[in-house]
Nanobody, 115 residues
């Protein structure tokens, strides 16, 4: 399971940086996968936020374009999500996973944006 970290409580307009580390069981194949960040707000379905290929090509949901930046460190087997200009509607549990996602999901990290 991929474990996300870095969430917390932040005021609207603030920033957070999320991190995700690949478990040992997949480090040997990590570079083969497109990696992504997802989020799920209370009462809503999980949605894709951003994705990144091994070579660094990125894709973003319209709702976060220009505010969020996904990156990855292939040598460290980590994925990051820099979130700026946060809005109350960004409040969610954030998860990292492959794209398309593997069946198992980690615990996620809670981001709460206060207005």
């Amino acid at each position: 399971q991929l474990q996300a970290s870095g969430g917390g409580l932040v005021q609207a307009g603030g920033s957070l940086r999320l991190s995700c580390a690949a478990p040992r069981t997949i480090t040997s194949v990590f570079n083969s996968y497109v990696m992504a960040w997802y989020r799920q707000a209370p009462g809503k379905e999980r949605e894709s936020v951003a994705s990144i290929t091994f070579s660094g090509a990125t894709n973003y949901a319209d709702s976060v374009k220009g505010r969020f930046t996904i990156s990855r460190d292939n040598s460290k087997k980590k994925v990051y999500l820099q979130m700026n200009s946060l809005k109350s509607e960004d409040t969610s549990v954030y998860y990292c996973n492959a794209n398309p996602p593997w069946n198992e999901w980690g615990q996620g990290t809670l981001v709460t944006v206060s207005s």
